[in-house]
């Protein structure tokens, strides 16, 4: 004959305890006394066919599984072995719910700004720091959790569980998702949760920092580096600890009311020319930013770039872009423009690193000399351009017989006459330039005079002076020295030998014998 080997039934959560001994279990001698709501499991074993019938009559198999039990579950539950044509077995199991009554949370569904007494009822959000309607005085909202049938309370915050179990909460003015879970006796749950926002606080930058790849917390300052490329990306975040539920992001930049962004950063194309701005980040937090606003400005500049592309600018004639060398023949005046620079910039004119008075984008230059134009702004390396200002150079050659008041010849002017033996000096006076050469018959001299300490036939011809000065060109000069004989014999009285002196010469003279 078949036979039952064990009827059992089990309320999940609970292992092997029936349930019948807790608070809320029915009165009475009962195999099973699951509370409304829990969830039963009804298991038959037996040595031959097993079924299972229910209060309702209903034949099922095992195990036989109710979920999320109601009274309407309750009675006598049978389990039969058989094994026909043999007798069947069976056993009794009888079920009765419990009477948990669950707690009541005295939930709320709002916003209050500024909660009588500071005190807001679970469900309300509200602000982290409020002000008191009766004292007036600002300080950390408190939340009232209420609710019949208790018999625990617990917190959480930010899904952590706080070390507080008392209905009224002091948020001591933190930020968060407060969460409220209250318990009955008999293990029943209830829970609601508060928002509670607070005035957002941005980790700002400071300072003018270097552009980089890594990109900038909003409140620095940075010149655009466009040689690195890509984008240039704002941070606007907020400090650790401190980010309240929901903050609302929006960026605008000055002057500009087509730009905006709701995300926590921003990307700037690097490439842009319109980049350089005023940017700011806004943040608030609760509905419609009542909680709290904070803001912070990011200042993205372009450095100025002169423009030295050399050649001449017809307007204003002789204009000419500074980093450009030329040679002042006429009018002329240098320009020093730039592309980009953000506002203000700054402008400086040096002569041979002498500042000049001019701030002007166009310097008239009367003299030769190297003339630098430096433009600068808040950014920190300037941009600057040099050019290199020459003069024609003049030349003016002229000789002279040492001891002679004159040139020696028949009829004065540029030329020379000097007899056999007499010492004859060579010089150039020029201008535009210190260098020049003096070259002719008798040979050159670079940059100082030219002597001849004793005139021979062979030495007479055309001497010249030539001076140069890239990129004016090169200038000269020419005195003939012409050959007219030899002097006559000096004799003394009384007779005696002839006295010939070498005279005294000047520290920069060139001797040739």
């Known amino acids: 004959n078949p036979s039952i080997d064990s009827f059992v039934g089990t309320i999940s959560g609970l292992g092997t305890d029936d349930g019948c001994s807790r608070p809320g279990a029915p009165s009475g001698n009962f195999d099973l006394c699951p509370l409304p709501g829990e969830d039963v499991t009804i298991t038959c074993t037996t040595s031959g066919s097993t079924s299972i019938i229910t209060p309702g009559g209903q034949v099922v198999s095992s195990p036989h599984i109710i979920s999320s039990i109601t009274d309407s579950a309750e009675g006598v539950y049978t389990c039969v072995a058989s094994d026909p044509p043999c007798d069947a077995d069976s056993s009794t199991l009888t079920i009765m719910l419990g009477s948990c009554e669950p707690p009541r949370l005295e939930r709320a569904d709002g916003f209050i700004l500024n909660p009588p007494e500071a005190k807001t009822s679970i469900g309300n959000d509200s602000c982290a720091l409020v002000r008191d309607q009766v004292t007036g005085e600002r300080r950390g909202v408190r939340i009232n959790c209420l609710a019949s049938n208790v018999f625990t309370t617990t917190w959480f915050r930010d899904d952590v569980m706080l070390n507080f179990t008392e ?12 969460t409220c879970v209250v318990t009955s006796e008999c293990g029943a749950m209830d829970s609601e949760f508060t928002l509670i926002y607070e005035a957002p606080i941005i980790d700002e930058g400071s300072g003018l920092v270097t552009d980089s790849l890594n990109g900038i917390n909003v409140g620095s300052d940075v010149c655009v580096d466009q040689s690195l490329g890509g984008s240039l990306t704002i941070e606007c975040n907020l400090l650790n600890g401190t980010t309240p539920p929901s903050p609302i992001y929006m960026w605008s930049k000055e002057g500009d009311p087509s730009f905006n962004s709701s995300a926590s950063s921003i990307m700037l194309d690097r490439s842009d020319g319109s980049i350089a701005g005023n940017y700011t980040c806004s943040v608030t937090t609760g509905p419609n930013g009542v909680c709290g606003m904070n803001e912070s400005t990011s200042r993205v500049l372009i450095p100025p770039n002169i423009i030295m592309t050399g050649g001449i600018n017809p307007d204003p004639p002789g204009t000419i872009n500074i980093g450009t060398d030329a040679c002042l023949t006429g009018s002329l005046a240098l320009q020093c423009s730039v592309v980009g620079g953000t506002p203000p910039l700054s402008r400086v004119w040096t002569q041979e690193g002498s500042m000049l008075s001019s701030t002007a984008l166009f310097l008239p230059i009367s003299s030769g000399g190297t003339y630098t134009c430096s433009v600068s702004n808040d950014c920190p390396t300037p941009s600057m351009g040099t050019s290199v200002i020459t003069v024609p150079p003049t030349v003016s050659i002229s000789a002279s017989i040492t001891g002679s008041l004159n040139n020696g ?44 300490n004793s005139f021979q036939e062979s030495d007479a011809g055309t001497y010249q002076c030539t001076a140069s000065n890239p990129p004016c060109g090169s200038s000269n000069d020419s005195i003939p020295i012409i050959f007219t004989g ?28």
């Open 167 to 178: 209905p009224l909460l002091e948020t001591n003015g933190r930020s968060g998702n407060y």
């Open 409 to 452: 010849c028949e009829t004065p002017g540029n030329m020379l006459c000097p007899l056999i033996g007499e010492m004859v000096n060579i010089s150039c006076a020029v201008t535009g330039t210190s260098s020049y050469i003096i070259s002719g018959p008798r040979g050159t001299s670079n940059s100082m005079d030219l002597v001849i």
């Open 486 to 513: 030899t002097p006559p014999v000096i004799s003394t009285s009384p007779p005696g030998p002839p006295t010939n002196e070498t005279p005294t010469l000047p520290p920069n003279m060139l001797i040739n014998i």
